[in-house]
């Protein structure tokens, strides 16, 4: 008697966990029990005790019942809350405040149980030390011989996305020497800054930007730049974002070791060091990224900065980077970086155009 009272209890354990658990019937008459975790519409990603997480196509399913409740949004952007029941391609969502809301299958975008609704929200608004992801570029060469050549090109760039703003940091160094014979320096290019983005629409956003270069080759000891502005998502989806950017920025610039070909009436400052130059000037710009398949991404931007002041008449820098990274692992690549640097008014003993192309490992992050 104690025997079958055991197998009784046994029996009715399984049966309250089934009837307390979320459950998913499937065109072939299967039928699922555990918990809905996730679906974007296509896919539905259901939690078993025995199978973990299984994956279910979404349009072989007929029947949804769940117990627990789910965010449901929808193609007009709206999202509403409850246990839901599906059946006959209509999906009824018992709210607490709205009552039964029905909502046609194909008018679903998203089901999100409470964690992962607690997940997409945070990553939404996340905290400054979250959220972070970008990569950091190496390139290294060596050569001994008939020369004696390093080469050190270094680039971290770190992005801080959030639903209404962005940050961006990048470091780029590029450091060349040769040690045969009487020792000089080939290249010393350093490069960094850091921008801020707020979206005032889903089209237009304002943005504010520090920049920083030294180049040893151009005598260039430090160039500040500190600009404001707007700009225009032309294109923003899943695998291309084209951004159209315009503004006034202040230029501060000091050069060393020989002077500059200027016009008199420029308002620089002469030491017996160099030349300090302060000026205004626009900032006009496009970025474009484009993820190229599955596993390759190409940057691209180019940026003028035409001279404001009156003595800087007709001058202007301008800065053209062509990039791609192709992952050969989740955090491993291969970059290639082409970066084209002009200057109009370069001292008397350098060029007015520095081409520069590194390639290397890449490394990428998440935090």
């Known amino acids: 008697m104690r025997k079958l009272e055991c197998i009784a209890f046994i029996a009715l354990l399984g049966w309250s966990s089934a009837a307390f658990a979320d459950q998913i019937t499937l065109k072939n008459g299967d039928r699922l029990t555990g918990t809905v975790v996730k679906s974007d519409g296509k896919t539905l990603v259901l939690h078993t005790e025995f199978a973990g997480d299984v994956t279910l196509q979404f349009a072989a399913i007929t029947q949804i019942k769940t117990d627990q409740e789910l965010h449901v949004s929808t193609t007009d952007k709206k999202t509403v809350v409850g246990p839901v029941t599906a059946t006959d391609g209509t999906l009824e969502v018992a709210t607490k405040t709205q009552g039964t809301v029905e909502i046609p299958s194909g008018n679903v975008v998203l089901l999100r149980d409470d964690a992962e609704q607690a997940a997409y929200d945070k990553s939404l608004h996340p905290g400054w030390l979250h959220g ?26 770190a992005v801080h996305p959030t639903l209404n703003d962005k940050t961006t940091i990048f470091l780029t160094s590029i450091d060349t020497n040769n040690q045969l014979a009487t020792p000089s320096t080939v290249a010393n290019l350093v490069t960094s800054g850091i921008e801020y983005d707020h979206n005032l629409d889903p089209k237009i956003f304002g943005f504010v930007a520090l920049n920083f270069m030294s180049n040893a080759l151009q005598d260039l000891d430090l160039r500040s730049v ?21 503004g006034l920025n202040y230029t501060h610039e ?8 200027m016009p008199a009436t420029v308002p620089s400052t002469f030491t017996s060091y160099g030349v300090t130059n302060r000026f205004a ?33 007709g001058q202007y820098r301008g800065e053209f980077d062509f990039g791609t990274v192709t992952k050969i692992s989740k955090w491993l690549g291969w970059q290639n970086q082409f970066t084209d640097l002009y200057v109009s008014n370069p001292p008397i003993s350098a060029k007015d155009n520095d ?10 992050f998440a935090h």
């Not at 060469?141 to 971290?156: D, K």
């Not at 500190?226 to 315009?246: E, P, Q």
């Not at 474009?288 to 190409?298: E, F, S, Y």
């Open 132 to 157: 972070w992801n970008g990569g950091a570029n190496v390139g290294f060469s060596l050569a001994r011989g008939n020369s004696e050549t390093t080469n050190l090109a270094l680039a971290i760039n």
């Open 226 to 246: 500190y600009t404001a502005g707007l700009g225009y998502h032309a294109i923003k989806s899943a695998t291309t974002t084209l951004d159209v950017l315009a």
């Open 254 to 261: 000091t050069y060393s070791n020989g002077p500059q070909v």
């Open 281 to 313: 000037a626009l900032t006009l710009g496009e970025e474009l990224m484009h993820k190229a398949g599955k596993t390759t991404v190409i940057t691209e931007k180019l940026y003028i900065y035409p001279d404001l002041s009156s003595g800087y008449s």
């Open 355 to 364: 081409v520069i192309f590194t390639t290397g490992l890449n490394f990428s």
